[in-house]
């Protein structure tokens, strides 16, 4: 029997607004931003092979799990977590495996707020023509001078951090559902357009071989490592986003269909942003390796030497802005409904509150590109140490705990019928990839990650 429980927040309209909303949580700068950086700095298809792999093996499954836990449960994820361990009899201290996804949530949306912030700024400067017949060095030398300067950077952010709350004070399914459902679209159409431009660089086979033409020589520990948590990180698991969302998941849903198009979808928007980015890049002698800085020192000059690119530049950047927004909204919400569910605020308090928080710990990261740039423990920067820390070992522990909860603990005919795959092969493959192959492989990261295992 599937649960009858509902949630206290609500409840998606249709499968077609969970698959959006789940979709728009899982596109944003994760695919736009930092994948292709990523594969920059980890030598393209070696990076991109092992992503592929970790989607399949690990990210499908994976979400499976979390969108059933999250249905069941019906609650914010610490307290389905509690409830699903009592259902089963286990220890009610699974319940903080919810609170520290929790956690990880409010960390990762204090630095992302600051690259939100970033996208914004860019879409302003893009359209005060700032960028207007720039080289490809003043582009960069503006994108310095713009992340130097400790009060604008701060300004951007404190202003995306305000946007989010607006939108999760108004609560998910309103605004957001329809909002996603023109803008996602769109998104799509200006990458694609994007790749279009590329395609006239002349540099396009250079960026497609970039991306695919395998060479294991530059597949390192470091690399796989990185992309197991890019593959985390792009899907938005291991922390509790995709278990809010499940639990607003009407009953009868099919978990493992809607699971596998959203992670369709989501890497489909990253492969193809490689391939609008990296043309760009070799057309213009930049470095593929040059890290969080890559689109913002790219796509202005990209902007620049296009017909009407000022326009398709904005439109752009904000783009890119509503797709960290879509996805803002789904880190926060972990902590919204926890401060609701618990001390009974009203949705309103709860998203000022967590904001409030979020927006003081996203100080740290404003400040690591300006004034506080030479502090650095293990030689990394509090935004580089914050992204290692959340990316390389929360996330992949938060997967580890609740693959094995969903994989060993919780009862088979509860996964069997939440998922509904009535124990046939389709059951087998993904309980199997969920007791052995997932904790395994995040096993292996965690223990790479912290430096167990060189
Ligand atoms: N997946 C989003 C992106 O690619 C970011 C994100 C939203 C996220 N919710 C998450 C990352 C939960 C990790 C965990 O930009």
Redesign the pocket.
């Known amino acids: 029997m599937t649960s009858e429980r509902t949630s206290l927040h609500g409840q998606w309209s249709s499968r077609w607004t969970f698959i959006l909303a789940t979709t728009g949580?899982?596109?944003?700068?994760?695919?736009i931003w930092?994948f292709p950086y990523l594969a920059g700095e980890h030598g393209g298809s070696a990076f991109v092979l092992v992503y592929l792999i970790c989607v399949a093996l690990l990210g499908i499954p994976m979400m499976m799990a979390e969108v059933m836990l999250g249905r069941r449960g019906r609650q914010t994820p610490m307290y389905t977590m509690r409830s699903l361990a009592e259902e089963t009899h286990r220890s009610r201290h699974w319940q903080w495996l919810g609170f520290a996804g929790t956690l990880t949530?409010v960390l990762?949306l204090s630095y992302?707020s600051v690259i939100g912030g970033w996208t914004l700024a860019y879409a302003f400067r893009t359209g005060t023509g700032a960028f207007h017949d720039a080289s490809a060095e003043g582009v960069s030398g503006l994108f310095n001078d713009f992340v130097g300067d400790p009060l604008a950077v701060f300004g951007w952010h404190s202003l995306f951090m305000l946007m989010t709350m607006v939108v999760v004070a108004f609560g998910v399914q309103k605004g957001l559902e329809r909002a996603t459902k023109y803008l996602m679209p769109a998104l799509v159409v200006l990458l694609l357009g994007l790749v279009g431009y590329s395609a006239t660089t002349g540099y396009m086979l250079e960026g497609v071989a970039f991306i695919f033409a395998p060479d294991f020589s530059r597949l390192t520990g470091t690399s796989m490592l990185a992309a197991m948590g890019q593959a985390?990180?792009?899907?938005?698991?291991?922390?509790g986003?995709i278990m809010i969302y499940g639990s607003y998941l009407p009953a009868g849903v099919s978990i493992a269909r809607t699971s596998i198009i959203v992670a369709l979808a989501d890497t489909s928007i990253a492969v193809i942003a490689g391939l609008a980015i990296f043309p760009i890049v070799f057309a213009n002698g930049l470095e593929p390796g040059a890290g969080p800085s890559l689109i913002f020192e790219t796509l202005p000059l990209a902007f620049a030497q296009m017909t009407g690119g000022i326009l398709i530049g904005v439109m752009f950047f904000i783009l890119l802005l509503v797709a960290?927004w879509t996805?803002s909204i789904?880190?926060i919400e972990p902590a919204v409904t926890l401060l609701v569910e618990k001390f009974r605020m009203t949705r309103l308090r709860a998203s000022v509150l967590s904001g409030l928080v979020t927006w003081v710990l996203g100080l740290g990261t404003v400040f690591s590109f300006n004034i506080w740039a030479d502090y650095r423990i293990f030689d990394k920067n509090f935004f580089d140490l914050l992204d290692f820390l959340t990316s390389n070992i929360m996330?992949p522990l938060g997967g580890l705990f609740i693959a094995v909860f969903c994989g060993w603990l919780l009862a088979r005919e509860v996964s069997q019928t939440e998922l509904r795959l009535d124990g046939g092969p389709g059951f087998h493959l993904w309980h199997g990839l969920i007791r052995y192959v997932a904790p395994i492989a995040m096993l292996i990261v965690f223990a790479y990650a912290v430096g167990v295992i060189r």
């Open positions: 949580a899982a596109v944003g700068l994760g695919n930092k949530g990762i992302y985390f990180f792009s899907l938005s698991l291991g922390m986003t960290a996805s789904s880190l996330l």
